[in-house]
């Protein structure tokens, strides 16, 4: 079984790559699953329901999200718009799962693939540099004893590299693979842990690399030079698609390879 498992869409260059070359690679590599992260879809800032609908019209099946899931209201409306046992695709939207309770949308979404795979999608959020969540190891402990498909992918949307080698080793074996987002830079570690988990410290941003992690390199440079607010808007050169995909056994949800994939025009 073939997991794509596509790094955070950034503004409508990431937008754009991404719709360039998800065809060509789900066909190249017999894709099964396709999970996108898509925090950062609309303009950096978050993601509006009309660009969740447009990516999972690119072939999505479950998009994820992170610290900016609440930038955009009206997404608060697309969460709830559907019931926990939903499969519809605003339930098919994450939001981090060690969130404070209560809040709207869901940090599991557990489905099938066409061919029947059982499979489950987790997010979490990292709490070292980042705004105040809860523990995202017991909260991944916590989850994993409700969830019953063997193929198991964690988003795991942190700053730390420590953080996320951590989560990689405290999941080792449990889950199929740890992709880390949010900091927007591919690491080069992509690797199979000894108990069958694909990990990757970071995936990588799909969008313009001529930027400072997806925003104009200009307005970034201004706010370090002179200390001074300033509006962020995205960056549109260079943009590039970043991923990680998985191959896994279906029947026991172990990890056999994970390859790097980036591409750009
Ligand atoms: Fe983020």
């Known amino acids: 079984m073939n997991i794509l498992f596509i790094g955070d ?8 790559i991404v ?27 978050g993601v509006t329901p009309p660009l969740a609908e447009e990516i999972f019209d690119l072939g999505a099946d479950v998009l994820t999200t992170g610290n900016h899931i609440w930038d955009k209201r009206e997404l608060i409306d697309y969460l709830k718009s559907v019931p926990a046992n939903s499969h519809a695709r605003p339930r098919r939207v994450l939001r981090p799962a060690n969130l404070q ?13 066409e061919s029947g795979v059982a499979y ?3 997010q979490l959020q ?6 105040t969540t809860n523990d995202p190891f017991h909260a991944a402990d916590a989850l994993l004893a409700g969830i019953k498909a063997k193929v198991i992918v964690v988003d795991f949307h942190a700053e730390a590299t420590s953080e996320k080698a951590a989560m990689g080793w405290h ?29 990757q410290t970071d995936v990588g941003m799909s969008g313009p690399y001529d930027s ?14 002179t200390g001074m607010p300033g509006k962020f808007e995205a960056a549109k050169g260079n943009p590039k698609m970043c991923a990680a995909l998985v191959t896994c056994d279906p029947l026991t949800g172990r990890a056999s390879a994970i390859q790097r994939i980036m591409l750009g025009e």
């Open 101 to 113: 309770p209560g809040l709207p949308g869901y940090g599991v979404y557990e489905g099938t693939t």
């Open 212 to 225: 400072i992690i997806g925003v104009d390199k200009d307005l970034v440079l201004h706010k370090f030079l």
């Open 19 to 45: 719709r360039e070359h998800i065809g060509h690679v789900r066909q190249a590599h017999g894709v099964d699953l396709v999970i996108i992260n898509a925090e950062n879809a609309a303009g950096g800032f």
């Open 120 to 122: 489950a999608v987790v």
């Open 126 to 131: 990292g709490c070292v540099f980042m705004n």
């Open 9 to 16: 869409i950034f503004g409508s260059a990431g937008r754009k």
């Open 171 to 199: 999941l080792d074996g449990r889950v199929t693979a740890v992709l880390g987002t949010h900091t927007h830079v591919p690491t080069a570690d992509e690797r199979v842990l000894p108990g069958g988990t694909a990990y």
